[in-house]
């Protein structure tokens, strides 16, 4: 149930932010449209922390990978500008809740160097967060 609700809070902040851009999530179809940008959210999930014995509470972590793509050969600019929003909407520090569990950001996110993936340049933001339990 925990990880569920982990990718809830992280994937509504993501949707939330402005302009919108289309977004491929984990296990639901998406067809890129030819020519516009989308992102695609991934649920990285880390081995949970056990800091004491016996009374059940643990440390969820992991990463939550937004992969930006953009169409080719239109420069670096629109994605470095997505990435930067994203960076600061998951700035540290900040908390995200759904239900009764917040999701907590360690770090300041990694915007990692662009690259082609197939048809698209493609720039993936790393999210470290943590939450306990």
């Known amino acids: 149930m925990s990880q569920s609700t982990i990718r809830a809070a992280l994937e ?3 949707f939330s932010l402005t302009p919108a851009i289309d977004t ?17 959210a991934y649920l990285l999930p880390a081995e949970p922390a056990n800091h004491s014995m016996g009374d059940g ?3 969820e ?5 937004v992969s930006l793509l953009y169409p080719p050969g239109q420069g ?8 930067e929003m ?3 909407l998951f700035h540290r520090g900040a908390s995200f809740t759904k ?6 950001i360690e770090r300041t996110p990694e915007i990692a ?3 082609e993936e197939g048809d698209r340049w493609m720039v993936p933001v790393k999210i470290r967060w943590f939450c306990n339990l």
């Open 57 to 59: 509470s643990r440390q």
């Open 113 to 115: 160097s662009g690259r």
């Open 86 to 88: 994203i960076r600061e």
């Open 12 to 14: 509504a902040a993501l």
């Open 24 to 40: 491929a999530w984990q296990n639901v179809p998406y067809t890129p449209v030819t020519g516009r940008a989308y992102q695609a």
């Open 76 to 83: 670096t600019a629109a994605a470095g500008a997505r990435a």
């Open 99 to 104: 239900g009764d569990l917040t999701v907590q």
């Open 61 to 65: 972590s992991g990463i939550f990978q």
